[in-house]
């Protein structure tokens, strides 16, 4: 109905790939993900936050095949688009947070991983004070 180029078309491609997230089919959702990130950047922007949530997910997806490297690459720059753009409890920097600290232990960079690990407590500490 709107051709490739909508927006639209990345968040079909998104939504379906977290069912194949949610039956563990991870490469079938990477191929997805890939999808929406490439639509969303062409049709919105490559720094739109729709293209960084998707990199997140996208992250996830790699992360679950056990492909840390690349997992750690579409996580960052998916966290530092939806960082930009949001507040610092929104959903998708808590599962961006959690994914890079698991990330970095897994590279063997403990002080990374410690940075999004206490940046997650500050973050959970400053919402239970409110």
């Given at each position: ?14 939504n379906l790939a977290g069912v194949y997230m949610a039956r563990n089919d ?57 960082a930009k753009k949001t507040a610092p409890t929104v959903s998708w920097l ?37």
């Open positions: 109905m709107y051709g490739e180029n909508h927006y639209l078309v990345g968040i079909a491609a998104s991870f490469t079938t959702a990477e191929t997805m993900y890939r999808t929406a990130v490439a639509t969303f950047s062409r049709t919105q922007s490559p720094d739109h936050l729709n293209t960084g949530i998707a990199r997140i997910k996208l992250g996830r997806s790699l992360l679950r095949q056990g492909r840390t490297a690349d997992a750690e690459v579409e996580s960052k720059a998916g966290y530092d688009i939806v808590v599962s961006a947070r959690e994914d890079l600290a698991a990330e970095y232990d897994a590279l063997r960079r403990p002080e990374d991983a410690a940075k999004y690990r206490a940046e997650a407590a500050s973050v959970a500490k400053n919402t239970a004070s409110r």
